[in-house]
């Protein structure tokens, strides 16, 4: 069987059919899964029954892996997977779920908010890929939004008044707006905020999307409270029902996201119990600004 895609969400999102990932991918699988992601965005793979090692040659197959380590607050010997995924999940290296107060659960959550994956690097991330292991018995979905379509549905006005504006990106600002402050100095200077376009061109399809995140803290040359006021207008036109798809899990699925158009977030579900997906993630393709030093 080979590939074939089925659109789900409203504008964007498709689930796939015909990709076994416990295999080699053929090159026209690789294509056909790039053009895949070039015209839905997300693409939901079901009944992946993969591991760790199979979950890394298919990522690989895809483009070349972006490296996680240091952007949660796992110290490194705390790490539960190896240093090529980015635990997503509630648990520690035991393979039990954070004690509701752990500050490392604390400091996890903030993907709850809106926002695109390593928009806090310098170099922003392309694809992520999520896989399911176990899930918990309720909640736990993960939302994505179209942020191409949300470009294309702004005003012009609007239009000009983004096009060139470059915001500054931190886990410090997103993890603000849930009144977690209490990092340490080392923390802070390794969460240091990073520049990224509001309007960005995507590579392959030379389309223009918003570029948003909850990272997002400053624009360039505005006064703070007046780029988050806009920043926060801009998430709420781009995450309106017309533009997000809901993914409800189901142990095995594996969901693909380009980080270049569109967000996610994650959704709350009972604190005690495991929910454990694994990501790896494939590295943007550049800086979207000139960074100054
Ligand atoms: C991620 C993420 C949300 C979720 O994997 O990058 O934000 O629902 N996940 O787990
Ligand atoms: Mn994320």
Request: charge should be negative; include cysteine; charged fraction near 30%.
């Amino acid at each position: 069987m080979s590939f074939k895609a089925r659109q789900i969400g409203p504008c964007f999102a498709a689930e796939v059919e015909g990709i076994d990932m416990r295999k080699p991918l053929s090159p026209e699988d690789v294509k056909a899964i790039h053009a895949g992601m070039d015209e839905y965005a997300v693409l939901v793979f079901h009944e992946q029954f993969i591991d760790d090692e199979q979950q890394l040659a298919f990522t690989r197959s895809l483009g070349e892996l972006e490296r996680s380590v240091g952007a949660s607050l796992r110290a490194p010997e705390d790490y539960r997977l190896p240093t090529t995924f980015a635990d997503v999940s509630n648990l520690d290296k035991e393979g039990k779920p954070f004690a509701r107060e752990d500050r490392r659960r604390l400091f996890a959550i903030g993907n709850r908010l809106w926002h695109s994956d390593s928009s806090f690097k310098v170099v922003p991330a392309k694809y992520s890929l999520l896989h399911a292991r176990v899930i918990p018995s309720k909640g736990g979905n993960t939302e994505f939004a179209d942020m191409r379509a949300a470009y294309d549905a702004l005003d012009d006005e609007t239009r000009t008044q983004i096009e060139e504006l470059i915001c500054e990106h931190s886990q410090i600002y997103s993890r603000e707006q849930l009144g977690f402050t209490d990092l340490t100095d080392e923390e802070r200077a390794r969460f240091k905020p990073v520049g990224q376009r509001l309007v960005r061109v995507h590579p392959s399809t030379g389309r223009k999307s918003l570029f948003l995140a909850s990272h997002a803290g400053t624009i360039v040359g505005w006064p703070v409270p007046e780029a988050r006021l806009l920043l926060r207008d801009l998430i709420a036109h781009a995450t309106q029902k017309e533009f997000v798809y809901a993914h409800e899990w189901r142990v095995g699925d594996l969901v693909i996201w380009d980080n270049r158009r569109t967000m996610h977030r994650g959704r709350p579900f009972p604190a005690h119990e495991p929910r454990d997906v694994r990501r790896t993630t494939l590295v943007g393709d550049g800086p979207t600004v000139p960074q100054h030093v």
